[in-house]
């Protein structure tokens, strides 16, 4: 299962339409594109890492506690590596908040909610050097917030 939702094809458009999404002003999705919201997974499709780059898995759960989590919450990266956000438990997000990074383009648009196990949204690191601040947007009061660090 986890294998098949990793690998699930998506249509090339999409996937470059995904890999384009840059720092352009946050639209919300617009509601004369139905046909594109449904294609649409919930993840933000796999992607790969340039030659010499890596896939650095973190893990969304919310354990036993109740405590709602990313692990690491810490992330260190290269450009070309691609952060891959996994589902572990509950229900999450990822979002890469404009107004915490002022002045930077090549942030992603804020993730759909992952729902199933094993649910993946990835991001290839496309930044400046730098650290980023994300959250998970339902339980960022609740402190399901972490930071990417970028290399140069
Ligand atoms: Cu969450």
Redesign the pocket.
Known sequence: MLRSLRTAPLPLALVALLAACGGEAPAPAPSSEPAAQQQAPASGGEQTPDAGGRVITVE?A?DDAGN?VFRPAEVSARPGDVVRYTLVS????VHFVADSSPGVSGLPKAGDMLQLQGQTWDFKVALPAGRYFFQ?D??ALLG?VGHLTVAP
Do not use: D, E, S, Y
């Not at 509950?90 to 997000?93: E, F, I, K, L, Q």
């Open positions: 969304m919310t709602n509950g229900v999450h997000n998970c339902p339980h399901m």
